[in-house]
T-cell receptor
Framework: EPEVTQTPSHQVTQMGQEVILRCVPI?????FYWYRQILGQKVEFLVS????????KSEIFDDQFSVERPDGSNFTLKIRSTKLEDSAMYFC???????????FGDGTRLSIL | QKEVEQNSGPLSVPEGAIASLNCTYS??????FFWYRQYSGKSPELIMF????GDKEDGRFTAQLNKASQYVSLLIRDSQPSDSATYLC?????????????FGEGTQLTVNP
């Protein structure tokens, strides 16, 4: 069964450094998403991406965050200058159509020191 | 007011029993409803989705939706110890060019052998 893959599984970064989280969505999916989950808290929406542009973003997704689809398969989330509070699990998801179920990758655990 | 609210847990049922998980949502524009299962330290895994009022059954799982009451539930019949996990209710509000899943905080289910 096709799946969303994310790399790395765990990223440790010094505060203030830039980090790029990578995702390969399911190949025939058109809609891509990033969510995060701080330890012990609920899953929170960050951004959705369709047709090579951001279609919706949350209040969390400020100027420190950016997304890109650099080629036909990868979808990346960049955090420009990381803060301690960015420590969380980051999940990439994709769906075939706008109202279809979103399938999640295994996540990247981001630890900011 | 929380956008998606789930019945407080943890919920504990004996093996073979029916587990009932409930969720209410605040936005009447919500169009799609999902149940995800999340094991500790893992990513959300899609269990069920429902778009129309009524019941939808898939194996041991039944999702129920009542849009007038803004209520969605998940029944797990013949509960197994492997069903022990946190169950996340998620609601999708489709905007014109994107969508986002809004998650509840989850209900932790324990099935006792």
């Amino acid at each position: 069964e096709p799946e969303v893959t994310q790399t790395p599984s765990h990223q440790v970064t010094q505060m203030g450094q830039e980090v790029i989280l990578r995702c390969v969505p399911i190949s025939n999916h058109l809609y891509f998403y990033w969510y995060r989950q701080i330890l012990g808290q609920k899953v929170e929406f960050l951004v959705s991406f369709y047709n090579n542009e951001i279609s919706e973003k949350s209040e969390i997704f400020d100027d420190q965050f950016s997304v890109e689809r650099p080629d036909g398969s990868n979808f990346t989330l960049k955090i420009r200058s990381t803060k301690l509070e960015d420590s969380a699990m980051y999940f990439c998801a994709s769906s075939g159509e706008i109202n279809q179920p979103q399938h999640f990758g295994d996540g990247t655990r981001l630890s900011i020191l | 007011q929380k956008e998606v609210e789930q019945n407080s847990g943890p919920l504990s049922v004996p093996e073979g029993a029916i587990a009932s998980l409930n969720c209410t949502y605040s936005d009447r524009g919500s169009q799609s409803f999902f149940w995800y299962r999340q094991y500790s330290g893992k990513s959300p895994e899609l269990i069920m989705f429902i778009y129309s009022n009524g019941d939808k059954e898939d194996g041991r799982f039944t999702a129920q939706l009542n849009k007038a009451s803004q209520y969605v539930s998940l029944l797990i019949r013949d509960s197994q110890p492997s069903d022990s996990a946190t169950y996340l209710c998620a609601v999708n509000i489709e905007e014109t060019s994107g969508s986002r899943l809004t998650f509840g905080e989850g209900t932790q289910l324990t099935v006792n052998p």
